[in-house]
């Protein structure tokens, strides 16, 4: 931890304290942000998301039309592939690949498994899509050395998915046990520096795959660079956060509490795990008790049978454009958003971020629902759709940071990690423009009523 916990006194305990051992939220102001690099095995960023669907085929193409990310490789019957049907999406960093079972009959008669990733199990992959609906199965970061990253991980108590398998001499693939039934799932490359613009996704990607046929790949692109963070709900914050910081080494990066947030309503306490690089966070969160409303996260863990990823925060390289896009889709097959906060929202906002967004820039976000937050360090735009699926589980979050922006050794600029935040001020932010709001609609109530002698 950043603190020793028994030390710190503060109002910011979680409310429900199934945090004993050995970790205790302290809040948000007593949180003091440290990076200890204790990385067990060398991380260097989020290579892919795995969806496992029942058919890969539609909710591959229903997310290319909603988030502007072309399909560019894939691994089906086409290419000799008998066991999963797999795409890949990429914009920018971001990929996406989405899997489906082929026939469990064909499957279970192959010799030797035609699977372009190893790991694939088709009954798993099917007892998966029963319990969850559409979900996202793996988590994939790439590694430097993905037998390492296997061995520590296991070493330090990860219960292992996955033994190392090797890709054609090309790659290393290995999975370990994250929350539910999701994994991690770690990717090293023979050739560190695999190069990433050539058509054959088997050098950039992974062996098996292929590109897309000549003129299908239609050139969309909103505006959507890579994965800023991936968020899991979990039923208990305590024992999961010792566990995947056990294994991974990650350090704590961030953390608040329902009460924090100035409201019990929010129902959730959560804290980020990030890499040694602060470019793989990780967050949890866990429902709270007590409150007036159900926990959130309490719905999410009971539609979604136990602990899963509840969202994932894809970095636009401009916001306004990619929901400029993403809205005009919204209503014929995209994804549609949470509703807007009402216009008191953003009058305030002129007063908490005035300085960094323009008046123009202001009045767009309020046309585009777009939220703004900021820490100590940077600036946070944000938005969320409502859930991508029938059941009301996974999202996705649209955000930019601005701010912090930093120099490496070689002189290369780079934006730090985490820079302003995950939003954590406009849980209160949003409260107290939905009261301000309702208080005006009142009052217009009140003179439209007919005067009484
Ligand atoms: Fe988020």
Known sequence: MGKDAETVSNGGDAQVSNSTQGFKLVGFSNFVRTNPKTDRFAVKRFHHVEFWCTDATNVARRFSWGLGMPIVAKSDLSTGNLSHASYLLRSGHLCFLFTAPYSPSIAAAENLTSAAIPTFNSSACRSFSAAHGLAVRSIAIEVEDAELAFSASVAHGAKPSSPPINLDDRAVIAEVQLYGDVVLRYISYKNPNPPENTSHPDSWFLPGFESMDEGSVFPVDFGIRRLDHAVGNVPELAPMIEYVKGFTG????????????????????????????????????????????????????????????????????????????????????????????????????????????????????????????????????????????????????????????????????????????????????????????????????????????
């Open 250 to 453: 990650f350090h704590e990066f961030a953390e608040f509490t329902a009460e924090d947030v100035g409201t019990s309503e929010s129902g959730l306490n959560s804290m980020v795990l990030a890499s040694n690089n602060e470019m793989v966070l990780l967050p949890m969160n866990e429902p709270v008790f007590g409150t007036k409303r159900k926990s959130q996260i309490q719905t999410y863990l009971e539609h979604n049978e136990g602990a899963g990823l509840q969202h994932l925060a894809l970095v636009s390289e401009d916001i306004f454009r990619t929901l400029r896009e993403m809205r005009r889709r919204s209503g014929v097959g995209g994804f549609e958003f949470m509703p807007s906060p009402p216009p008191t929202y953003y009058r305030n906002l002129k007063k908490r971020v005035g300085d960094v967004l323009s008046d123009e820039q202001i009045k767009e976000a309020e046309e585009l629902g777009i939220l703004v937050d900021r820490d100590d360090q940077g600036t946070l735009l944000q938005i969320f759709t409502k859930p991508v699926g029938d059941r009301p589980t996974i999202f996705i979050e649209i955000i930019q940071r601005v701010g912090c922006m930093l120099k490496d050794d070689e002189g290369k600029v780079y934006q730090k990690g985490g820079c302003g935040g995950f939003g954590k001020g406009n849980f209160s932010e949003l409260f107290k423009s939905i009261e301000e709001y309702e208080k005006t609609l009142e009052a217009k109530q009140i003179s439209a009523e007919p005067a009484t002698a």
